[in-house]
């Protein structure tokens, strides 16, 4: 059966999605209206998008010379500097500015640096828009480094002044690290600030892990845009067949038949019209029946919009005033009922009126108290929405990836609802758990520490993962035992698994390696032969690679190495027990311990001529041996059967017959 499965953190970022959304809500507004909007350079990588917003009216320009006087302008994700907003202002523009929240924050963050003093330096691409905007958001603005060898260079042109570290949104954390330890080793006065956005690096760790299980992949973006060609370069390292498709026409279907497993990856640049088109096409061709695990994201993002299009009681619904009188507001809520707002459930300022506070056509967000109040209408109450407050605390936990604690009410398709305060939040199956969840039920009551992962609050949706907040504590505590232990100390382990090579014990939440070779002195062919899963061993740390995450541990180095203490345990005329382990044409080796072989010589095997051992030996044998010579400087033990058992008496010969009498 084929299955086709949507890679997590799929399509548009939060910032890109955020400045299509403000870009086509505009266009629809002046459509009616009349009016041109304009946007500043490429508002998203991605050609049939830009196609498409064009044809609704949008002009891209270049600069802010090309819009005329009194124009409206956008600003896309990637950021405008300071200059852009000077430009506006001495032409009367209004500006819509679209900023992502995350490279928002990194303009504050060069700002505050330079009221302090500090120079900022930002790790990047030096010609991306993104990093040209944060350089221009300050007076002290330093440069662009994407290499250690330009660190160094800018680091030692700052010698002396005080730098500010912070990074291209989309860079990678090891390209970070690396610049930001080549500034440290010349900069004496560094701060750094870690401003990557995690939404690239968990997009491109969701389709590694997909393009791993997947017999092909489908990596959906347009061929312009870094964010796809790196997102299909990773898939291609994991995944021996790999397309690249930029639209429904680049699908190929015939040799995708091929594939049983079809993973399908989408870069920050891909619309959801897309994604949905290629993955409804590939399943209506493969499939007869629609497939659970297709379009994963996308069914979440529906369910919570179904659920909401039908209000229960306590959720929370945004809607448009159709209709405001004294002592009411009217509200379409998108659904067969209309929602009822009493001048009792707002709070107005004293001798404020409804009519005062709210217009025909404003969005209002309330509180479902009733689902029917007697007249056919749902009764709301903004009085007791505090979500004003609740949302910002949800986007603070967002942009600082703070944990907030839900309660998971309701099992819908897909995952759950769980609540924050009065903000409802969809948690995916995927993300209820660090492993795999039949069903979702037993969460259902349930109060559980989340991240936030995505939050649109016009369309009154958050998504909450369980799962990130277990990754975390997970790597916290690895973190902690790679802090506290060192090579050569002793620690307790539990056996987790076997492979022919050896055993992987878990050391308190890392998997270490124990080496068939480091399990006992003696040889093993596998290492059940000395172990049981679950059994609790003590081991030594033999090596660690934090880099790798891997770690190398010993379990036989408990023990006395056998050669350094044979003194005490065997000497020259002994006769003890063994076991025989090996058989060769001159003799067989017998091991008195593990790590102590001795050698029967075929001469030794017994008071008799013996010309084959496995006439006399069998491989396991225990048989009893004295031992004849210890060579430590050789590391050799000589060792007789036949001198632990006596020899056969010999026959007499017969009587000569007397001679008979003449």
């Not at 069903?439 to 949706?461: H, Y």
Request: contains cysteine.
């Amino acid at each position: 059966m084929k299955t086709i499965t949507l890679a997590e953190n799929a399509g548009f970022c939060f910032g890109v999605s955020h400045a299509v959304s403000e870009t086509e809500k505009r266009l629809c507004e002046l459509a009616e209206e009349g009016g041109t909007l304009y946007c500043l350079g490429q508002l998203i990588h991605n050609h049939l998008v830009l196609e498409d917003l064009e044809k609704k009216g949008m002009v891209t320009i270049s600069s802010m010379e090309e819009a005329p006087d009194g124009a409206e302008v956008i600003i896309r994700a990637h950021g405008e500097p300071q200059s852009t907003y000077d430009a506006a202002a001495r032409k009367d523009i209004h500006v819509i500015d679209a900023t992502c929240p995350f490279v928002a924050k990194i303009h504050r963050i060069a700002k505050d640096a330079e009221r302090q003093g500090r120079w900022t330096v930002v790790i990047g691409d030096g010609n991306h828009p993104e990093v040209k905007g944060i350089l221009g958001s300050t007076d002290l603005g330093a440069g662009a480094v994407y290499s250690r060898e330009e660190a160094l260079e800018l680091g030692r042109k700052l010698e002396g002044k005080a730098v500010t570290a912070v990074a291209q949104t989309t860079i990678t954390e090891a390209k970070f690290d690396e610049c930001t330890r080549a500034l440290g080793s010349v900069c004496s006065d560094l701060e750094i600030v870690k401003t990557i956005c995690s939404a690239t690096s968990q997009r491109q760790k969701g389709a590694m892990e997909l393009a791993r299980k997947s017999d092909c992949m489908v990596v959906i973006g347009d061929s312009s845009s870094s964010n796809s060609r790196k997102l299909y370069e990773i898939c291609q390292k994991e995944c021996k067949c790999v397309y690249f498709v930029e639209k429904i026409g680049n699908l190929p279907l015939q040799e995708l038949a091929k594939y049983d497993k079809i993973g399908v990856a989408a870069s920050a640049s891909a619309p959801e019209r897309i994604i949905k088109e290629v993955i409804a096409t590939m399943s209506e061709v493969f499939t007869n029946t629609p497939n659970e695990e297709i379009n994963e994201m996308a069914a979440y993002m529906d369910e919570i919009e179904k659920s909401l299009k039908l209000p229960g009681r306590g959720e929370v619904v945004t809607g448009t005033i159709v209709l405001v009188k004294a002592d009411y507001a009217v509200v379409s809520l998108g659904c067969k009922k209309d929602g009822m707002l009493p001048k009792e459930e707002v709070v107005l300022e004293e001798g404020q009126a409804m009519t005062d506070a709210f217009a025909e056509g404003d969005e209002v967000q309330a509180k479902v108290l009733k689902t029917d109040d007697g007249d056919g209408n749902i009764l709301l109450s903004k009085k007791r929405l505090q979500s004003g407050e609740n949302w910002d605390e949800i986007n603070v936990a967002l942009d600082n990836k703070e944990v907030v604690n839900v309660t998971v009410v309701k099992e819908v398709k897909g995952g759950v609802i769980a609540t924050y305060k009065e903000v409802s939040g969809f948690i995916p199956m995927s993300q209820l758990a660090d492993h795999y969840v039949e069903s979702a039920a037993e969460f259902v009551g349930k109060t559980l520490p989340v991240k936030v992962t995505r939050v649109d609050q016009k369309r009154n949706k958050a998504v909450f993962s369980h799962k990130a907040f277990l990754a975390e504590e997970k790597r916290k505590k690895i973190a902690e035992i790679w802090d506290s232990v060192n090579v050569g100390d002793v620690v307790e382990g539990k056996v987790m698994r076997f492979t022919d090579y050896g055993a992987f014990v878990d050391i308190g939440g890392i998997d270490g390696l124990l080496h068939i070779s480091e399990i006992s002195w003696g040889k093993l062919r596998h290492p059940q032969e000395a172990l049981e899963i679950g059994q609790t061993v003590q081991v030594k740390i033999l090596s660690m690679n934090a880099e790798k995450g891997k770690i190398s541990l010993g379990m036989k180095q408990n023990q006395p190495e056998p050669w350094s203490v044979i003194d005490e345990q065997y000497h020259e005329g002994d006769v003890v027990t063994g076991k025989v382990v090996q058989i060769k044409e001159y003799g067989a080796f017998v091991e008195l311990s593990p790590g102590l072989d001795g050698l029967v010589h075929i001469s030794e095997v017994a008071h008799k001529r013996v010309n084959k051992i496995s006439d006399e030996l069998t491989i396991g044998q225990e048989v009893s041996v004295k031992i004849l010579e210890i060579d430590k400087e050789a590391k050799r033990i000589s060792l007789s059967i036949k001198e632990t058992i006596e020899a056969p008496a010999e026959e007499e010969a017969p009587a000569e017959e007397a001679p008979a009498e003449a």
